[in-house]
């Protein structure tokens, strides 16, 4: 069983999220195979895969929308079909959940009802996600931003142990969707939360673990941090010496080098600087993420 | 169901009831002013409204393929409400828009026509009770069940060419074949086609209900999208 690294191993209280041969699909097809995995840390765990490869159907059969057609999810030891853990998690699927002819302010309440919330929590989630002038638009006028900021400030309305969170910053600016990652990272400090995204940069800035699917299996779980790149490329500009850079390997503003490993970046400014090369900046380029999605 | 599904289901449905109710208190007001005699008015008032009462009720279905395309459904059943409350509650609403149609028609054909000094007769309640109630309701129940299980079990598509397009036919021609036939036959076949029309309809709706709680399981709910 893949478990997250850190995890207490040895506690005697159930894993606050656990999968166990999991499979699932739909019409007798097969989506996923053999899921198994614990998680008990509170932290973000970033959900990646191509295309197809069961992000969406994991969610959904983690939230007991989709039955399995083998094994079994179970949220704070109790099968996630039981409906007492129904309470103890939130699902936000990757299209919105936005019914048609409510109002912003109606559509919440109507999610406050389902969920046990009450009209002072509507009114604090309306402030959270600044969307109060939205308050009286009917969510058919809003745009694919707006619906998803008031998508996700249901999940908002009332706390749970675990949030289920399937490409929560899709269509979303890039200001807003920093602001929501921020409060998804809030509620990781104590709260269990699975992220999908085809953004690996936000995947990397957000997350603490990844889980990586390929054709419906787990290939990984791991610590981010703990992810090398199997090409370690930094990306160099000068302020001075520009001509003795490798105009080939430009990409944007930046000069790149493949370097075996961070170790080498300070003998590459050393040779740099020999070269009569003034450095402005050096970053590193590479995101071992996208190994996940090239192996 | 929740006076907001309600509302919602009104909303999305809204052109067809608006056509249902308008259509149907046209044609009713029609026939007051010139049906030849009660006795015309007592064959054909009761064969007319279950058309505009199915095709008013067109919300319901609307509501639930709509709400299923959204992702609406889903959410519901992550938060532990049962898929069959949520095909149910659009049955609800599919039956409530059908009262609003028959209500109205109902209310003007019957008052215009007491009011006008006729008395109720027999034959009148028999037909209305007998045919024209229970059909508008399993006509608009015919096309709504019709409508969602054809819907889940397709491939979602655009256009008129689709489980909510022709759904509306659905409910609309069993009324329109039985006003044909009955309009053609004697008194005493009327009353022998209506009733078994209305029997042998509701038993279809009956069936199609035990149906839909076979083919429509969870993953029907979900959104392909």
């Known amino acids: ?295 | 169901m929740t006076l907001v599904t309600l509302r919602r289901g009104a909303l999305a449905g809204r052109f067809y009831l608006a056509i249902g109710v308008i259509v149907s208190l046209i044609l009713t007001v029609a026939l007051l002013r010139t049906a030849r005699g009660t006795a015309e008015f007592v064959a054909v008032f009761p064969l007319e409204i279950p058309l505009f009462a199915s095709l008013g009720s067109m919300g319901g279905l609307m509501l639930f393929v709509g709400d299923r395309s959204k992702g609406v459904l889903e959410y519901f059943i992550s938060y532990g409400v049962r898929p069959r409350t949520l095909f149910v509650n659009c049955l609800l609403v599919t039956m409530a828009l059908t009262t609003i149609v028959l209500g109205g028609s109902l209310a003007v054909g019957l008052g215009g026509y007491l009011g006008a000094g006729n008395p109720l007769s027999t034959d009148l309640e028999n037909s209305l009770l007998g045919y024209t109630i229970p059909m508008a309701y399993a006509s608009a129940l015919f096309a709504s069940i019709g409508g969602i299980i054809w819907s889940a079990l397709s491939t979602p598509r655009m256009g008129l060419n689709t489980p909510v397009g022709l759904a509306p036919i659905l409910g609309v021609a069993p009324p329109v074949v039985v006003l044909i036939v009955a309009e053609g036959v004697d008194k005493a076949a009327y009353y022998e086609v209506t009733l078994g029309a209305t029997l042998a309809f509701l038993a279809l709706v009956v069936l199609l209900l035990v149906a839909s709680s076979r083919l429509m399981d969870r993953e029907r709910y979900l959104s392909s999208m």
Do not use: W
């Open chain 1, 1 to 295: 069983m893949l478990t997250a690294p850190p995890a207490v191993t040895h506690s005697s209280s159930p894993a606050a999220v656990a999968c166990q041969g999991l499979s699932s699909g739909y019409r007798g097809k097969r989506v996923l195979e053999g899921i198994t995995f614990e998680i008990r840390e509170p932290a973000i765990y970033v959900v990646l895969g191509p295309n197809g490869a069961g992000k969406t159907t994991l969610f959904r059969t983690m939230a007991g929308v989709l039955r399995p057609q083998s094994g079994s999810v179970s949220i704070a030891g109790q099968s996630v079909d039981e409906q007492a853990t129904k309470d103890r998690l939130h699902f936000l699927s990757h299209i919105d959940g936005l019914p048609d002819g409510l109002r912003v302010e109606e559509t919440l309440r109507l999610y406050g009802s389902v969920e046990g919330a009450d009209e002072a929590d509507v009114e604090r989630v309306l402030r959270l996600l600044e969307i109060e002038p939205l308050r009286e638009r009917f969510v058919s006028e809003l745009s694919a931003g707006q619906k998803k900021r008031v998508a996700i400030a249901r999940i908002f309305l009332h706390e749970r142990e675990v949030y289920l969170l399937d490409e929560p910053t899709a269509n979303l600016d890039p200001k807003v969707a920093s602001e929501i990652r921020d409060l998804i990272l809030r509620l990781s400090r104590d709260r269990v939360v699975l992220y999908s995204s085809h953004n690996l940069f936000e995947a990397r800035e957000i997350g603490t673990y990844v889980l990586a699917l390929k054709s419906g299996k787990l290939s990984l779980f791991s610590r981010i941090a703990d992810l090398r790149s199997t090409r370690y490329v930094v990306g160099v500009r000068a302020a001075i010496g520009e001509q003795h850079l490798p105009v080939a390997n430009k990409k944007g503003d930046y000069y790149l080098f493949e370097l075996p490993g961070p170790d080498d970046v300070a003998g590459l400014i050393q040779e740099l600087e020999g070269k009569g090369v003034r450095l402005r900046e050096v970053k590193e380029m590479g995101n071992p993420l996208e190994d996940l999605f090239a192996a």
